[in-house]
């Protein structure tokens, strides 16, 4: 039996849905995958219609515009690490487009 | 929708966009850059290391040490030599001229040098990004970010616009311009491990040569080398590339062997010190995988080797404090190295020689059309050394300048509604569809199929197989695509469907380009045609659109100062014999 964890992720797409909500998927927990690699999991294998921020991701902690909340938290999808169960919301204060893509991700400094 | 009108049109968003987009200011026509991800954060520039090559004269004009006895004419050589002399040498001298500009130009407008060596200023990828998006503020140039251009829109053959999304509300917007340059860089998308970012999917190269221009050198791709595999969160990382560079280590196969030993120890020496690493490195331990010596991710072990521990430690702490790269904690990475368990690495997709044909220019075959950085063909020829960085700072520029002349020569015709609305239904289908194969499922085997069969060592039998699956793909899947939601906010089934048009393309006129060079040169190694064979094959594969199908021709290169080499000999003694040819000059370039 191959291990799973929980993966409870916000949902919200602004033309159809009134308010946001919750879904949970579960997701097989390979030793050393990211956020960014269970969210891939499910967008490739379970719902295609979920949107995070990856179009333009760089994987590497560089472009920060898969900054979320993970656990309540502020973290890079692609540099935190899956261990558990967890759960991944948008940043806080930023209007959100659909499910965990925000208006603007990051600010660079320039 | 809506409608952007501009004098020059600037596709993507790194640095050789940036370039282009300023130097269309420069010549006073107004200028527009839309890049696919976030502004000075897009494509592989602020991924780069990042060094900015120019000559030792250059970099004492410069204010750095540099090399005195280093000249023009040397750095040149050893370009020409490193591009196993596949470089279009007007393009060369274009570059070793220019740099020193560049590189002054971007210290100016405030990108912070590092350290230097005889031939190279080291900063950061992110430094260099950053001056270039402030002096595009100050010079006012247009920007846009996170929208995708999907095509061009040609009127009398000649470039006019494109088409875009806004990829957050999935809105169409027209661009009419009197000129388009393509700075869209390469396709590692396609590739998994890359060590580039999602949204290079070759889209400025497919775009090209939909609109009838040619691309070329397409079969050589650059694979950095001792990339981790495993575990994914390190995938496509270069902190393990860095590391065998700056600490030392060696090589061991899944088996526990130390296959470099079998290699001329002179090779792999220059191989370990020079940039000649990655077409090296990724070439042998492809070899030991393809043998079935692989570690279980498909890789070969990175370890300390003869190394003492506290030497390897200590050379780690001083370009990785307490073991941090580039922001992201690698402790662990430390810790499996000091007891001497191996870190699984091999080739990641990183640059692509490859690209659209352009004249001095960087201009296309196309009225209106300009590519620039390395969506064009590279001036690096086979294989490429000095910095990428540099190419897309050179090239940007003076794309960016001969498109705004041509702007101000032209007149403003605009694209055809009829052409507009066609080319929107056509990338609207995926919408439209229900129960098609799903985008990202079909990228998936793509990255994987192209990295087994197109990656470092090629032969006959899996490129055929490889374009069997493209064809059938493109025949059978990608008309029938669909997304799960039907909803245009963030969609990424939807881009990752109209991406996957691209990706496909540029992997079909890739490996039909190495399917057609049967010699083994640079960092296109066919196993069953081992010899580099400069009789035949100084020459490039250039492929053009004929009749709804890619039509493959050959060219000679084009020679300014340095004569061609002759003879067949196989594919290490012409790598020894191109090392051997290196200028007085040191330093990693």
Redesign the interface.
């Known amino acids: 039996m191959n291990k799973t964890v929980e993966v409870k992720v916000y949902r919200f797409d602004p033309a159809v849905d009134e308010s946001g909500y919750y879904q949970t998927f579960e997701v097989p927990l390979v030793q050393g995958i990211s956020v960014m690699d269970a969210l891939d999991y499910i967008y490739e294998n379970l719902d295609g219609s979920l949107a995070y921020y990856d179009h333009a991701a760089c994987n590497q902690g560089i472009c920060r515009r898969c900054l979320v909340q993970i656990d309540g938290k502020p973290g890079l999808m692609c540099q935190t690490l899956v261990q558990g169960n967890l759960t991944v919301e948008p940043l806080p204060k930023f209007e959100v487009v659909k499910d965990l893509v925000t208006k603007k991700g990051s600010k660079t400094d320039a | 929708m809506y409608n952007v009108e501009t004098d020059v049109l600037i596709v993507g968003g790194g640095g050789a966009g940036f370039r282009a987009a300023i130097g269309a200011r420069e010549k006073r026509t107004t200028a527009t850059l839309v890049s696919?991800?976030?502004?000075?954060?897009?494509g592989a520039s602020?991924?780069a290391g990042a060094d900015l090559t120019v000559h030792g004269r250059g970099m004492r004009m410069a204010g750095f040490f540099g090399e005195p006895r280093d000249s023009e004419e040397k750095f040149f050589s050893d370009i020409v030599h490193h591009g196993c002399f596949l470089n279009d040498q007007r393009l060369v001298e274009i570059y070793v001229h220019d740099g020193p500009d560049r590189l002054m130009e971007t210290l100016a407008w405030g990108c912070k040098p590092n350290f230097c060596d005889e031939r190279a200023v080291f900063t950061s990828?992110?430094g260099i990004m950053?001056a270039h998006?402030?002096q595009a503020?100050r010079v006012g140039v247009d920007l846009l970010e996170?929208i995708?251009i999907l095509d061009l829109f040609v009127e009398d053959g000649q470039v006019v616009g494109a088409l875009g999304i806004d990829?957050?509300?999935g809105e169409f917007i027209t661009f009419h311009s009197k000129a388009v340059v393509l700075a869209t860089g390469g396709w590692h998308k396609a590739y998994t491990p890359v060590t580039g970012?999602?949204?290079l999917t070759g889209d400025g190269v497919a775009m090209a040569y939909r609109a009838g221009a040619a691309v070329g050198n397409m079969e050589f791709v650059t694979f950095a080398c001792n990339v981790p595999l495993?575990?994914?969160?390190?995938?496509?990382?270069i902190v393990t590339y860095v590391m065998s560079m700056l600490c030392g280590g060696t090589l061991v196969n899944g088996k526990g062997e130390r296959f470099l030993e079998q290699y001329d120890p002179e090779v792999v020496s220059t191989a370990s010190k020079t940039e000649w690493n990655k077409s090296f490195f990724s070439n042998v331990a492809a070899r030991e995988v393809r043998a079935g010596k692989g570690t279980p991710h498909g890789g070969v072990y990175y370890v300390v080797g003869d190394t003492p521990w506290e030497v390897f430690h200590a050379n780690a702490m001083r370009s990785y404090p307490n073991w941090q790269f580039?922001?992201?904690d690698f402790s662990e990475m430390g810790r499996m190295l000091r007891d001497g368990e191996g870190i699984e690495v091999g080739g990641a997709a990183e640059y692509f020689e490859g690209g659209v044909c352009v004249d001095e220019s960087f201009a296309t075959a196309v009225p209106g059309l300009y590519a620039a950085g390395e969506c064009a063909i590279s001036l690096f020829g086979a294989n490429r050394v000095a910095a990428a960085t540099m190419e897309m700072l050179v090239s940007g520029a003076i794309a960016g300048w001969a498109a705004a002349e041509y702007a101000q020569s032209t007149t403003f015709p605009a694209p055809s509604s009829s052409q507009v609305k066609e080319l929107q239904q056509k990338v609207e289908r995926p919408l439209h569809q229900t129960k098609g194969p799903?985008?990202?499922?079909l990228r998936?085997r793509l990255q994987l199929e192209a990295y087994e069969k197109l990656g470092p060592v090629r032969n006959e039998e899996e490129l055929k197989v490889l374009l069997g699956f493209l064809t059938e793909a493109q025949r059978d899947e990608l008309p029938k695509l669909s997304?799960?939601?039907k909803?245009?906010?963030?969609?990424?089934?939807w881009?990752e469907s109209l991406e996957l048009e691209n990706m496909l393309l540029v992997i079909e006129l890739s490996a039909r380009s190495a399917l057609e060079r049967t010699e083994s040169r640079g960092v296109h190694y066919r196993e069953d045609h081992p010899d580099t064979d400069n009789d035949q094959w100084l020459r490039e594969v250039v492929m053009k659109e004929k009749v709804g199908a890619p039509a493959a021709n050959t060219r000679p290169v084009k020679q300014t100062s340095l004569d061609l080499p002759t003879g067949k000999i196989p594919y290490l003694e012409m790598v020894k014999q191109m090392m051997a040819a290196h200028s007085d000059v040191g330093g990693h370039h």
């Open positions: 696919k991800g976030p502004l000075a954060r897009s602020p991924m990828g992110t950053d998006l402030r503020k996170d995708a990829i957050h509300t970012s999602k949204e495993w575990p994914p969160i390190w995938r496509g990382s580039k922001g992201v799903l985008p990202g499922q998936k997304t799960t939601s909803g245009r906010l963030y969609n990424k089934e881009l």
